[in-house]
């Protein structure tokens, strides 16, 4: 594995800074407080083939790596978090299984306009009842000829609020637990698909987050994802990559917080002098760069696992976990390092602080993640 980036990397986190910094960062705040979905900001990144990195041109992608993925993320999320996780869901969590479990006739018909950013995808598994315990959920979709009828709830739906097309997770047997579920390419255009209102959130605010209903709602079966009664595995694997890009977005969190601490040490004097001259501010400093590199490379080693088509849960739990939880850190001593002024709204830190905490709990809190880095370890030994 190589730990630098190479040349064509490089220059994708060039081009994403940019537009990061030119086009993501003058509307973070604005978003934050008002809780309205980017949507005019995903168009524009669409453009630049960030909607769907790693899929192949053919289909309208970027045909990139797992790396250059992981890159694209941290980028936008360093500068915006409510941001990083839009474009996290369409890419992991929606392109992605589409890519791995869709026929050819529906990659062409979805694939290609949500990896071309033509379309926003989100992911429908969270019910009221089933967050952790996926194999909970109680939406049902029941055979009758050459459709589904799709009835149910599905709750926390990042992208929900302006999504054109949902990867929804339905009962299809009852009775057969975790292989009764399937996946459905739903479209939010037929009759019965509704939404709830938007949720605001301590973080993250303007992600869209909220509640889908399907009422009678009938899906042709040629709209089934993968086979009848595979949706729980086709779930499973796809957070695995899901949780590789929310360790991006962790790591883009933190470096955002510890560049904004950093700068603020040098500006702020007290005693006579920069507050970076401190022994406490620079072990501060000291602990923040470390957790924030070994975090990334943790991240970037899933993401070279997945590349190398080897089996990655392990590698992606393992940097879920330590990257959410390095972002908590970082981001309180960032806060700590403004002082008082890091309370306020007047500085972009504390909304660096709201965001950090979503990281441990979607796509997998912190706690699934030790379940499954445990099965893993006992199960290899």
């Given amino acids: 594995m190589h730990v630098k980036l190479n040349e064509e990397q490089r220059l994708l986190k060039d081009t994403v800074r940019q537009f990061a910094e030119e086009v993501v960062r003058p509307?973070?705040?604005?978003?934050?407080?008002?809780?309205?979905?980017?949507?005019?900001?995903?168009?524009?990144?669409?453009?630049?083939g960030l909607a769907g990195v790693c899929v192949p041109e053919e289909y309208g992608g970027a045909a990139?790596?797992?790396?250059?993925?992981?890159?694209?993320?941290?980028?936008?999320?360093?500068?915006?978090?409510?941001?990083?996780?839009?474009l996290s869901v369409n890419n992991s969590l929606v392109c992605d299984?589409?890519?791995?479990?869709?026929?050819?006739?529906?990659?062409?018909?979805?694939?290609?306009?949500?990896?071309?950013?033509?379309?926003?995808?989100?992911?429908?598994l969270t019910e009221p009842g089933a967050g952790s315990d996926a194999g909970g959920l109680l939406t049902t979709a029941v055979r009758d000829g050459d459709d589904y009828v799709l009835n149910?709830?599905?709750?926390?739906?990042?992208?929900?609020?302006?999504?054109?097309?949902a990867i929804v997770f339905a009962k299809t047997d009852p009775e057969a637990g975790n292989k009764g579920i399937t996946a459905f390419i739903v479209q939010s255009d037929i009759p019965g698909f509704?939404?709830?209102?938007?949720?605001?959130?301590?973080?993250?605010?303007?992600?869209?987050?909220?509640?889908l209903a399907f009422t009678d709602m009938r899906v042709p079966a040629s709209q089934r994802l993968g086979d009848e009664g595979q949706g729980f595995r086709v779930a499973m694997t796809t957070l695995d990559g899901g949780r590789v890009g929310i360790a991006a977005q962790a790591?883009?969190?933190?470096?955002?917080?510890?560049?904004?601490?950093?700068?603020?040490?040098?500006?702020?004097?007290?005693?006579?002098?920069?507050?970076?001259?401190?022994?406490?501010?620079?072990?501060?400093?000291?602990?923040?760069?470390?957790?924030?590199?070994?975090?990334?490379?943790?991240?970037?080693?899933?993401?070279?696992?997945?590349?190398?088509?080897?089996r990655y849960t392990l590698e992606a739990a393992q940097a879920k976990l330590f990257t959410s939880e390095m972002a908590q850190r970082v981001t309180s001593k960032a806060l700590q390092i403004h002082g008082g002024y890091g309370y306020t709204r007047?500085?972009?830190?504390?909304?660096?602080?709201?965001?950090?905490?979503?990281?441990?709990?979607?796509?997998?809190?912190?706690?699934i993640q030790k379940l499954v880095i445990a099965s893993q370890v006992l199960r290899d030994a």
Wanted: aromatic share 12%.
């Fill in 152 to 165: 149910g709830n599905k709750v926390f739906i990042t992208n929900g609020t302006d999504a054109d097309i």
């Fill in 64 to 86: 990139m790596d797992t790396i250059s993925y992981c890159v694209v993320i941290e980028e936008i999320s360093r500068v915006c978090a409510t941001s990083g996780v839009i």
């Fill in 27 to 48: 509307n973070a705040k604005e978003i934050d407080e008002t809780g309205i979905f980017p949507r005019a900001y995903y168009d524009q990144a669409g453009e630049l």
């Fill in 346 to 367: 007047e500085y972009n830190v504390e909304r660096y602080f709201r965001d950090a905490r979503i990281t441990e709990i979607y796509e997998g809190t912190s706690e």
């Fill in 97 to 124: 299984p589409l890519d791995k479990y869709g026929s050819e006739e529906q990659k062409r018909e979805f694939l290609t306009p949500l990896a071309s950013g033509q379309k926003l995808g989100c992911f429908a």
């Fill in 251 to 310: 790591v883009g969190i933190a470096q955002g917080a510890f560049d904004e601490a950093l700068a603020y040490s040098k500006e702020r004097e007290q005693f006579g002098r920069p507050i970076s001259s401190f022994q406490a501010i620079q072990f501060y400093l000291a602990d923040m760069a470390t957790e924030i590199d070994a975090a990334r490379f943790l991240t970037w080693k899933a993401a070279w696992t997945k590349d190398n088509k080897k």
């Fill in 194 to 211: 509704s939404r709830g209102e938007h949720e605001y959130k301590l973080g993250v605010n303007a992600s869209g987050t909220t509640e």
